[in-house]
């Protein structure tokens, strides 16, 4: 069952947040770690994602191609994790 711009908002509006991948038709993927790097569309069919590591980078997304949202565990930014 295909992905819907509710669900995505539904997602973004949790409480607490929980940061989520969306898998698109593509193969690709694309990570959610805060509410703010994120917004629907008011017409729920585009998806505006700004880059965890390239705040100044969004990507648009026709939620039509999302195929499925999953839920990750947050992990700090590589320029952050202990080499």
Do not use: W, Y
């Amino acid at each position: 069952m295909p992905v819907t711009g509710d669900q995505i908002r539904d997602s973004l509006r949790a409480v607490p947040f929980k940061p989520f991948r969306l898998h698109l038709a593509d193969q690709r993927a694309v990570e959610v770690f805060h509410p703010d790097f994120a917004m629907v569309s008011p017409n729920r069919r585009v998806l505006a994602v700004f880059l965890r590591d390239s705040p100044d980078v969004c990507r648009r997304i026709d939620v039509h191609l999302i195929v499925s949202i999953e839920d990750i565990e947050e992990q700090p930014p590589a320029s952050q994790q202990a080499a």
